[in-house]
Every structure is written in C-alpha cells, then in structure tokens.
C-alpha cells in the first residue's frame, strides 16, 4: 500500500463570475521513502495539489490517499487528528507559533494529541538532536535564523512520525546556504529515515534534491522523471523541456 | 495544558490589552464589593444603631398602623410574665422645631423660592418618651454632654447632638416645642451621640414618658407607641408567640408581635430600594465590562488568524480552538476577580477613612455581593467569549498557507444585523405584541394577570439583556452605515483625506462593535434612568380648582385638636379637609408593589380617607365613565351629586382612570380592601375621576422615599371608613382653602408662621411639587452616577481597541508618514476614529435607551397604574452623548500621541515585525 495516492482528482474555483480548474483529474503516486517535488510555474495548481495532499481542502471529485485512507470522506474532526498522526506539514513561512520556545513548537502536535509530557520531552530532545539544534530548544521564533525555524518547523512535521511530510516551497524564505542545508535535511529524511516526502518548490536548483520530480501545468501532470543525481542546471533544462 | 500555555503565552505577548482587559474586569468587580458593602455597612450601621438603641430586643409589640397606639399597661403585664426579662415601652412623636439662625436647611436662592422652594427653617425632629429609671436601654447611648434625666415626668429633654447643633442650644439651654394648642418647655441636660447618618433624618429629642404622653394627648389612657420585650434564656419563644397574640387580639386586634427576625426583615423592606440599586449599579458594570472582554477576545482572534490557521493544519480539532479563546476569557476574569476583590475591600476602607461618621458602624463587606461580583464576571467573560471562540474554530487551516492580509467588510453583516434587531424586539413585543390574545388562544383561565406576569418578569429576563445583546449584533451594521456618512465628514472637519478615514472601524468591525456596545451601556442606563425620572414627575400640571394650601404634621392630630387647627387665621372657615392615608399592613409602597407583583394579586391599595362630600367640592374633578371617557359637562355636576350622595353610605370608594384602567373594574364593582382591623372587605366603587390633584395627594406619600413608584393602587374612601376598617385616630395631612379677598401669598405666609409655630408645615401645591421634585430629582441623579461610571469604564475598551488598531495599521502609518503625512495628521486621523468609535456609542446608546424608556413606560402602566406622558430630558441626554465623545477622544489619546511621536522608520519596521 502506497503511502500516498491520488486518483483522478479533480478541483475547480470561483473566481468572480468565472470558475476555474486548478486540478484535471490528476493521478499520482508516491512510494514509501519516496522523496517526490513537485514542480510547476505560478498559478499551476502545484500548491492547490498539495493543500488537497494534507487535507486541508476537498477535491470535487477523485480521492486522495493517505495509507489507504480516503481524506475526501472524513468528516472535519476525523481528519484534522488524521493530519495529526499522519501527516507532516512544513510551510514557506515557517509558521512557528512566536510565543512558544523551538522545543515547546515542536512538542505542539504532541500536546494537542495530548501526549504524557515525560514521553513528549524524550521524543523532542531526540530530533532537536538530530536537527542539530539541540542548543537552541529554548530559543524563541524572534531569535532564531531563518535556517533554525526551518528546521524547528521540520521537526514538528516529524515530532509525531507521520506517514507523510508535505512541504510547501519549505525554501521560499531562506537564503541559498540555508535552502541548501534543509534540502539536504529532506533527503536524509527520505534516504536513511525512508522518509515519504512530497514537496512543492519552483526552483529547479531544490527540485534536484528529490529522487522524483513530477511537473505540472495547467492543472495536470505533465511529465515525471527521476532526478538520478542531476544538478539544478540540468534539471532546469529538462523542467523546461517538460513545459514546453 | 497545552491550550493554557498558549492562552498564558499570549497575554504576555499583548501585556497592555491584557492588562487594560483586566483592569476593566477588576473595576467591574471592585465596584459591585464596594457598592454592595455600602449598602451592607448602611444595614449594619442601622441594625446596630436600633440594636444599641432598643437593646436588641428580642420581640416588640407595635400596633397596626401609623394610627394607633399600644396601651401602656401592657408594659406591666409583660413585665409580670414569667418568660419575660425586660419590657420597655417608647412613645414616639413628630414636630418641625425651628432652626438656629445659622443651621438653615439647603439654600434657598431667590430664584428656588421663587420656582415654589419653601423657606428652610425649620427640621423635622423625633420626640421620644422614655420612661426612667427602668428603661436602662437608653443609655447605652454614649453620653457626650451632662447626663439623663432620671424620671418619668418633669420638663428635661436629652437630645442628639445634630439636634443640638441645628435648634443651637446646648446643656442647659431651654427649647420650646410646638404644639397645636400649646407649647412645651423643657430644658436640656444631656446631649447623646446618634449616627449622623439617622440623626440627619431625624433629630430626636428624649421626653419623660409621661411629660410626653401629657403633651401629646396620650395619657388617657397611658399609650406607647412600642413596647420592646427582652425574653428570658431558653424560653419557647412560639408558645410565648401564641400566648402573647392571643392576649393582644383581646385588647386590640390590631395590634402585632414582631420577632426580631422582624424587624431587621423590616428593616430590609425599607432598605431593600438601596440594595436593589447596589445590584443593579454592579450588573450595567458587568455588562460593560463584557463589551471590553468580547472586544478584547475577537481582536486576539483576527489578530492570530494565521497562528490558529497553523493550529488547525498541524492537528488541534476545533474544539480544542474553541476551548483556547473561552479559556482566555477565563483567565482573564480570574485575574480581574482576584485585583477586584482586593481592590474593592480598598474602596471602601478609603471610604470609611474619609467618612467616619457615615461609617459609624464599621464597614460591613457583603459576602453575597463579593460572590454576585466573581459569578457575574465568570458568567459575563464566558459570554463574552462565545463569538470569539466560535469564530476561531471555523478557521480554515489553509488560511495558514496564505500571506497576512486584512480584508475589510465589503458588505455590511446583514445576517448579524437581522438577529440582533429580532433580539431587540424582544421587549416591545412583551408590551406591544398580542400576548393577551395569545394566551387566550392558548386558553389560560386568567389571560389578564398572565400578561401582567409575563411583562414583568419578561422585561428584566429577557426584554433588557435583549436589547443590549440585539444593539450589540447590530452595530457592525450600523458601524458600516456610519463610516460610509460620517467619515467624510470627520475627515473635512479635522482637515483630513477623506479616503485615508474609509473603513477605518471596518477592518476590525467586531471589535469596534464590542467598544461601541461598552460605551452603548453606560448612556442607554442614563438615558433610561432620567427619562423614567422626568416621565414620573414631569407629567405634573397644577390643577385649576384645588386647595389653596396643603398642611402636613410630622404627628398625628387627633379629631379634638384638628378643631382648634380649622381655626388657623387665614384659614376659609369649614375648608380643614383632614385627608387620611394608610395601607393595611403599614408596609412601605415599595414593599406593597413588589408583593402585588411578585403575589400575582393584590396585597393591599392605599387607602386615602377625606370627608368625601367637602372634598368634592374642594378639588377640581373630572368624571369619567366606564370606558375612561370623559362624561359631557352637563353631566358632571349630576355625577358628582350622586358620587357624594353614595360616599356617606359605607364602603364606598372613589377611584381613579388609572386604576381602572390597570385594574380593570367598573363603576357598581366591588373591589377587595385589605384593611388592618378587619382583615379583607368589599368596597364598592361608585365613581371614577381624573384629576392632577388626586396625583399631588398620592405622589406626596409615594415619592418622598427612595426608589418608590406609584402604588399598586390607590382608593378614594371615607374617614369614617378609615376609622372603622383601619384604626385611624386622626390626620396629619389636610387640605384648605384661604379666605378670599385678600392676597393670597402674603396670606399662604400668614398661615404658615402661626402652623410653623405649632410645629406644622404648610405650603401650597406649587410648592409641595417643588419640593417633592427636587428631592427626587436629587435621588435620580444620585441612581444615575452608576451611569456614569459604566461610562467611565468604558473608556477601558476605546483605549483597548485603539491601541489595536494602531498595532494593525503601523505598517500604514509607517508608509504615510514617509511620503509626507504629519505627525499632527496621523494624531488627528487616531483621535478621528475615536471619535467615530464614540459616535458609535452615541447611536447606539440613544437607540437602546429610547427603546428601554419607552418599553419601561409601559411596564409603569402594567404594573403600577400609571403611564403619564413620556418626557425626554433633552439637555440631559446631550450631556449624556457629549460626555460619552469626550470620554472615546480622552482613551485614545495616549495611544494616540504616541503613534504621532514614532519615527516613519520605527512604524516601518515594527509594522514589518508584527507581520
């Protein structure tokens, strides 16, 4: 079983008096510790793919999967502790709560779950070691680097090892040195944590760091291939070969 | 846990508004412990004033009303009794003793005179006869001066020492008082200490018992007017209760036993106007206080879109998000409690520092008040947080995706606006709407008292929470027409963009609803007070045909003496109209309205005794037939003859339009009186007349008490009848005509010095309306501070939702102030939108207080038998609205000038931050 699948899902919006077609009947599927980016220029509907990944909107029609589970049909509290257990979030914006400190933000699904606090606090040291900012737990958003709420942001989309972790342009915000150091973090997740990552970028240069890059124009998937290795130059080429 | 911590995270994040949020829950709640403790330390203060000075007796006999007396010889008899310690007998009476030339009363300008003020000379002052040696209860007054007088006859007189200071005599000093044939000189040996709290409404005078009983004409046989009787230890106090019953059914039946239990429950009765207002003032500053909280909340709310948008995309259900804001709320009013408490203990210490004399007796702190406080607030945060905590759960988690942006209404919320004006429709249609149809329909076998009941309790349960609720949903409406009219001309009146004013109050519409709903409280409870005041009292006119002078006597003057009175020079020969008030039970009217209503039925009307044939002809009457109308002048003469013609028979009453309109009856009805000496009784109507004089006869004994209305009812009957059914012994009120030919002034001040001399007052109705008026008046404003200080806390909220406001817009300012807006600009854009906050106040306090005195007319009319026409104190009400601007304009303009003082660069870059 897939951990992630998407069957024929089809979404459409209003826009004034006009509806528009963001997805048409889009297929995917997603391996276990499949590292997958998802590529399309602005208006695509890559994010829109991605929002309906994590539940947090409904396609018209289709299903989309997560461990067999079809999130279209869940009712709005069954879903949301569904995204809890299962589903990671990383966003552009890093979304840290600011009055929390980068341990208390990563233990936050944890304590919405309500999880003993002893185990909480054992499973959080463990992956703020593991990110490597173990000396910054008690730092709050404010006096964190792009680069650290980042990877404080990663953590909580682990903290409850979900079966999948979606990321919305997780780079956007960040400077080369440190899109470089949490793409990298993404491919460890996937390669040694056999971790199933899907993650939505524009930049050729992040795309390359995924196993699988699927593109998407107009609303469909327009092409799929691995990435075997190649660099962001030749990714870029082959990306816009895809579009064209 | 998690939720408190992030609710905890949160104030500290936001310490002002937090801090301002608080400080408007503890005020709330300081003011209901300092206001209930006021009126608790006033029961005290009165409980042991009587305690100290009746011994705390544990049983007193006291006849049925003001009327009567209790024989004298029962003192013997009690003392004899077995179970019986100590029993004491007082008498009490009344007299106007002239002030020191220094002590006049309030000052009477020229221009009070001339409105009708009467002249101030005199203060009304408490005889008490004592009988000693064996009254030794007397002296746990503290002496301050000489000593008491040891017999029970002689010419010597203790007094308290306001008396002393009003007539200006001391120890050893003679005084006179007045008496209708004769005066009575004593000399003082004693001065003793009363509260000034009482001794201000009553000076008082200690007699020998029997010198007094001599003067006042009650010596034949010897009469008190209570006996106080302290029982033995361990004595069965319901057999000595049966035994002692019976024994005064068999002197006079109308004569009572009344456990001390009793007597503080009486004393409750009368105090019980004062504590309702205590209540009343601590709920209008809870629900002020609930505005601030909802603005507070639903501006934490818009504030943290995203975080909570976050919240819900990593996991938290929206239950969980619900539960954070209520929790907010609850902490919040935790905190307030916990300051509030404190804080109001501190009121009142301060008070009691400050006004030791009116604190006599200590401050008392109402535990009942301090849990109505912490319930109240607990009750009002979780209220207040409901929209909130609904909003904040329909968050849509992919908001979390989205950048930060605020979006101000397009459309007004006209689906909010709709509830709210069904909310608000809630009392009028108790009043106006078709109830009694209803419930005839719904076939009730007394659809009449049902709708009575309904009005009632439907006014305060649901009508008036309806109205603040309903306002409160539709001013987001109301804030979007606002903006769209008046932001214009603001913005041309403060020489500013008009563009840079648009939606200022929009984009955060719901907080700017909850301010404009705190200020909304203060002004609506103003204007409702004032114009329920003026309606009551401002629908007076002075008749045409009526008496020229009313005389009142602090005592009463028993039929043998009201003959030497009709012989007043001045007086028109025949005209002493002796006019005898009373109520069954000798209950206060308050007491009366509140049992009738809370009883369903009546529990007793007053009953006014006059000689009905030589009233008839003294007041201007107008006589109405069954359906209220008016009967043609060529009949009213013919139904006048035949309304005297029935009075001389017995039990027969005359009574008003209002009356039957509220009561429902009809000329030949018979009507059920509760009379004190022979219980319930028939009296048959045989007219029914308006007139504005009967008004003057009933609002004198109606409103000269706190909170008093008009009665549950009012009846026209005979002295005879008063005699028969109630006991009376004689008058204190009287109506008379002045000799004709002469000047009718110099005449009214002819006759008031040779009354003033013999210890009575009179004055004419002019007068009589005056004084009535301004006393209440004086009550009316001292209600209406609670008003104002709902105002005050308001201003709480305007400072919250500024500060907010400015926060959102730093960026904005931050742009304009770069490219070229000044810093007098920006402070005159800030106070704009203060003063748009407190237009909004205004519209919606005077939409709400209008509402609640018109629907408040009607209840007068259902309940009490009076609807006048209503009256608007338009002055008032303008003061009302300005005061509630200059309060918005005076809370934003810290926030203000310090907006206007940053750096463009600093509003940049905190701007920035706060994204």
């Known amino acids: ?244 | 846990m998690v939720l408190f911590h992030l609710a905890l995270t949160n104030f500290k994040v936001r310490k002002v508004r937090t801090s301002l949020t608080v400080a408007a829950i503890a005020l709330s709640v300081s003011l209901v412990v300092a206001v209930t403790a006021g009126y608790k330390s006033l029961e005290g203060m009165a409980l042991r004033y009587l305690n100290q000075y009746m011994g705390a007796a544990d049983v007193m006999i006291v006849p049925g009303n003001q009327y009567t007396f209790v024989p004298e010889k029962l003192v013997d008899e009690l003392t004899a009794d077995p179970d019986v310690r100590q029993a004491v007998g007082r008498l009490q009476s009344f007299r106007e003793m002239n002030r020191a030339a220094n002590q006049r009363g309030p000052a009477r300008s020229a221009q009070h005179l001339a409105a009708g003020a009467m002249p101030s000379d005199k203060i009304a002052t408490e005889l008490i006869g004592v009988r000693r040696p064996q009254d030794k209860a007397i002296q746990s007054m503290t002496l301050i001066d000489g000593q008491w007088f040891d017999g029970s006859t002689g010419n010597e007189a203790v007094v308290d020492q306001f008396t002393a200071e009003k007539i200006g005599e001391g120890v050893g000093d003679q005084i006179e008082v007045p008496g209708i044939n004769s005066k009575l000189k004593l000399t003082i040996v004693g001065i003793v200490h009363k509260p000034v709290f009482f001794a201000q409404h009553s000076a008082t005078i200690h007699i020998p018992m029997e010198t007094l009983q001599h003067f006042t004409g009650a010596d034949n046989p010897p009469q008190v007017s209570s006996i106080s009787i302290n029982l033995r230890d361990k004595v069965n106090f319901d057999a000595f209760e049966r035994r002692w019953t019976a024994r005064l059914a068999q002197v006079d039946s109308s004569l009572r036993l009344r456990a001390r239990r009793q007597n503080s429950g009486e004393l409750e009765k009368n105090l019980r106007g004062v504590q309702i207002a205590s209540y009343l003032g601590g709920t209008i500053s809870m629900l002020t206080a609930m505005f601030i909280i909802f603005s507070a909340l639903s501006m934490g709310v818009s504030e943290r879109q995203r975080t909570l948008a976050m919240l819900r995309a990593i996991g938290a259900v929206r239950a969980q998000v619900f539960e954070l804001v209520v929790l907010e709320a609850l902490a919040l009013a935790i905190v307030g409690i916990a300051i509030g408490i404190p804080l109001g203990m501190l009121w009142m210490w301060m008070l009691q520092h400050h006004y030791r004399e009116m604190f006599a007796g200590g401050v008392v702190f109402s535990p009942a008040g301090m849990i109505f406080g912490a319930a109240g607030s607990m009750v009002t945060a979780l209220l207040a947080s409901a929209l909130p905590a609904w909003w904040a759960s329909r968050i849509s988690p992919l908001e979390a995706m989205n950048a930060h942006s605020v979006t101000s209404a397009r459309r007004p919320p006209i689906v909010w606006f709709f509830i709210g004006a069904i909310l608000a429709s809630i009392d009028p249609f108790i009043f106006f709407g078709p109830l009694k149809q209803i419930f005839q329909f719904a076939g009730m076998p007394n659809p009449d008292a049902a709708v009575e009941t309904v009005r009632f309790f439907g006014h305060f349960v649901g009508g008036l929470p309806g109205i603040m609720i309903g306002y409160f949903l539709m001013a987001p409406a109301i804030i979007w027409v606002m903006e769209r009219i008046f932001a214009p001309i603001l913005a041309r009146a403060l020489a500013l963009p008009p563009k840079l004013l648009r939606q200022q109050l929009s984009t955060g519409i719901w907080r700017a609803a909850g301010t404009g709903a705190a200020l909304m409280v203060g002004l609506a409870t103003l204007i409702a007070l004032q114009v329920q005041g003026h309606t009551l009292i401002g629908g007076w006119k002075l008749p045409d045909k009526f008496p020229d002078c009313f005389i009142w006597s602090a005592d009463i003057i028993s039929w043998k003496d009201q003959k030497t009175l009709a012989t007043t020079p001045g007086m028109e020969p025949g005209s002493l109209l002796p006019v005898v008030v009373t109520t069954p039970t000798g209950d206060s009217k308050l007491s009366l309205v509140m049992a009738s209503v809370v009883a369903g039925q009546d529990v007793g009307v007053m009953f006014f005794g006059v000689d009905p044939q030589l009233a008839l002809k003294m007041v201007q009457l107008d006589f109405r037939d069954n359906d209220g109308a008016s009967l043609p002048r060529d009949q009213q003469a013919a139904a006048e003859a035949k309304a005297a013609e029935e009075m001389k028979k017995p039990r027969q009453i005359i009574v008003t339009d209002d009356f039957r309109e509220s009561r429902h009856v009809k000329i030949g009805d018979t009507f059920p009186v509760l009379t004190s000496v022979n219980g319930w009784q028939k009296y048959t109507i045989c007219a029914i007349v308006w007139s504005p004089g009967a008004d003057v006869l009933v609002s004198m004994f109606d409103l000269g008490n706190l909170m008093d209305q008009r009665t549950a009812g009012s009846v026209f009957g005979s002295i005879a009848d008063a005699q028969h059914d109630f006991g009376v012994t004689g008058a204190r009120l009287f109506a008379a005509n002045l000799q004709g030919g002469v000047d009718k002034a110099d005449l009214l001040k002819n006759v008031q010095k040779s009354l003033g001399d013999r210890g009575l007052v009179a004055g004419d109705v002019r007068q009589i309306k005056f004084e009535i008026e301004s006393g209440f008046y004086r009550v009316l404003d001292m209600i209406s501070t609670v008003a104002i200080a709902a105002m005050a806390l308001a201003s709480l909220g305007v400072a919250n939702t500024i500060m907010a406001s400015v926060r959102s817009r730093q960026w904005q300012f931050g742009v304009l102030r770069s490219i070229g807006l000044g810093s007098g600009d920006l402070l005159r854009l800030i106070l704009a939108e203060a003063a748009m906050l407190g237009l909004v106040g205004v519209v919606l306090g005077l939409a709400a207080g209008l509402e609640i005195s018109v629907d408040a007319r009607q209840l007068s009319g259902a309940i009490l038998g009076y609807s006048p026409p209503m009256q608007i104190p338009w002055r008032i009400v303008g003061e009302g609205c300005l005061a509630l601007l200059v309060v918005a304009l005076a809370a934003s303009l810290w926030p203000a000038l310090g907006v206007a003082r940053t750096q463009p660069l600093d509003l940049l870059q905190a701007g920035r931050a706060a994204t």
């Open chain 1, 1 to 244: 079983m897939q951990p992630l699948s998407v069957e024929k899902v089809i979404k459409t919006f209003r826009q004034g008096d006009k509806s528009v077609t963001a997805l048409a009947s889009i297929d995917l599927e997603v391996q276990q510790g499949q590292f997958l980016a998802i590529m399309g220029a602005s208006g695509s509907g890559k994010s829109t793919l991605l929002h309906l990944m994590a539940g947090l909107a409904k396609p018209d029609s289709g299903a989309v999967r997560i461990n067999g589970e079809d999130l279209a049909k869940m009712p709005d509290r069954q879903l949301t502790i569904f995204r809890r257990r299962n589903i990671g979030l990383v966003f552009q914006a890093f979304n840290l709560i600011p009055t929390l400190t980068a341990e208390e933000n990563i233990a936050l699904p944890l304590m919405l779950e309500g999880t003993d606090s002893g185990a909480a606090k054992k499973k959080v040291t463990q992956l703020l070691e593991n990110l490597g900012i173990a000396d910054r737990r008690t730092h709050r958003p404010d006096s964190l680097s792009g680069g650290e709420q980042q990877r404080v942001a990663i953590g909580r989309a682990l903290v409850t090892d979900p079966a999948v972790i979606l990321a919305d342009e997780p780079t956007g915000n960040l400077d080369s040195v440190n899109s470089r150091a949490v793409c990298e973090l993404l491919r460890d997740l996937s390669i040694i944590h056999n971790k199933t990552i899907v993650m939505v970028t524009h930049e050729p240069v992040v795309g390359a760091f995924a196993q699988d890059v699927a593109v998407i124009r107009d609303g469909r998937i327009v092409d799929r291939f691995g990435t075997n290795g190649i660099n962001g130059h030749d990714l870029a080429a082959k990306y816009a070969d895809s579009l064209k």
